[in-house]
């Protein structure tokens, strides 16, 4: 470390350890919270070295828990930390660590869900860059829990394609930790065995990087599964540059029959009377074989068939709101709702 880099890294007071905290304020891992806590402070720092430089930045960390990656994150020397912790049995132990770096960093504690707050309200403006430049000075942390992080990460990367929220700042990074399966999902390639509707998703808005992997015995509790650390970096300019739900549409319809010839669940995105006849002819537009397996299908021509979909419901707008999984009106007299099949939806994510 040279001598400048040295001077700007922060050095807390003498704290409880993580395992202490952990023993003196009886946190007790809540399943239902999916709390899984990383106890190597090797881990945990090689987390926050993923991120890439974030001194001087803002940095929301998401789920900082008992504060093992938030301590890290202080030790880098922010400008600013955000801390959004839905667990309020946390605060305490937060609001130590924010005590002991009071001088250097400003720490705000927000005890809400991740899902419903609007973190761009505590984001400085003056952090604010073009969408174009390089990313702002801003960074997103977390080691997410398992059971929002899809959900998540589907919401953000609509926000991403909308510009809105962290990302009405400019290109924000995020650092963050999935389920090994669903790290490999969002970072698999064309033919990869877990490509699904999640790769062609975030490789459309961003950029993927697959860190590395830590295993389950590194949590307390120890998970079933072992987790993927992934860096997403927002593309100045998306693959498909079409609205988020009309891609999500067309990209889960096609994913619905993952083993099938990719045209068959092409065809669930219009009425069943012209099923057949409109997704040849989607298909012929955009060039693509209709036997191509959905996960042999690349980005680009995803975003020629997303743009021959575009162009057909622009023709025939009556097949714009068709959804294939809504409940069907049953031609009986009893007028009994019945559902439609779905194909598998785990493997659609
Ligand atoms: N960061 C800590 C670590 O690495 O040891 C804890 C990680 S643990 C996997 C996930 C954390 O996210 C828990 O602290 C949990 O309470 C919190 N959490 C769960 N659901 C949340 C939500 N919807 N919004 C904000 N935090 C949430």
């Known amino acids: 470390m040279t001598a400048a880099a040295k001077a700007l890294h922060i050095r807390l007071p003498p704290l409880p350890s993580i395992k202490d905290v952990i023993r003196l304020y009886k946190l007790r891992a809540l399943k239902e919270l999916s709390q899984n806590f990383l106890m190597e402070p090797r881990l945990i720092d090689k987390i926050v070295r993923a991120a890439g430089h974030i001194q001087n930045h803002v940095v929301c960390e998401v789920g900082p828990g008992p504060g093992g990656i938030t301590r890290s994150i202080i030790q880098k020397a922010p400008r600013k930390l955000i801390l959004v912790e839905k667990d309020g049995r946390f605060i305490p132990t937060l609001e130590l660590v924010a005590d002991a770096c009071k001088d250097k960093v400003d720490v705000d504690i927000i005890r809400d869900d991740i899902l419903k707050i609007n973190i761009a309200q505590y984001i400085p403006s003056d952090t604010k860059v073009d969408w174009f430049e390089t990313p702002p ?13 899809t959900i998540l990460m589907i919401r953000w990367l609509e926000m991403i394609s909308k510009q809105e929220g962290p990302w009405s700042f400019g290109r924000v990074r995020m650092t963050l930790t999935f389920q090994k399966e669903v790290a490999e999902r969002m970072a698999a390639n064309i033919s990869h065995p877990q490509r699904c509707r999640l790769s062609v998703m975030c490789q459309n808005w ?26 997403l970096t927002p593309l100045k300019h998306p693959i498909i540059k079409l609205p988020f739900k009309l891609v999500e549409k067309v990209v889960r319809q096609i994913f619905s029959m993952r083993q099938k010839y990719s045209i068959r669940g ?84």
């Open 137 to 149: 000075p801003i960074n997103l942390i977390g080691n997410l829990p398992f059971s929002v992080s």
């Open 206 to 231: 961003c950029n993927v990087n697959y860190k590395f992997d830590i295993p389950g015995d590194a949590f307390l509790p120890k998970p079933d599964v072992d987790v993927g650390v992934v860096t």
């Open 266 to 349: 092409a065809q669930t995105l219009f009425p069943e009377e012209v099923r057949e006849e409109m997704a040849l002819r989607m298909y012929k537009m955009a060039e693509i074989d209709p036997v191509t397996r959905p996960f042999q299908i690349a980005n680009t021509e995803f975003q020629r068939i997303c743009e021959a979909y575009n162009e057909i419901i622009q023709k025939y707008p009556e097949f714009e709101n068709y959804d294939y999984r809504a409940p069907k009106k049953k031609s009986t007299a009893d007028d009994n709702l019945v559902e439609q099949p779905t194909g598998d939806p785990q493997l659609c994510l």
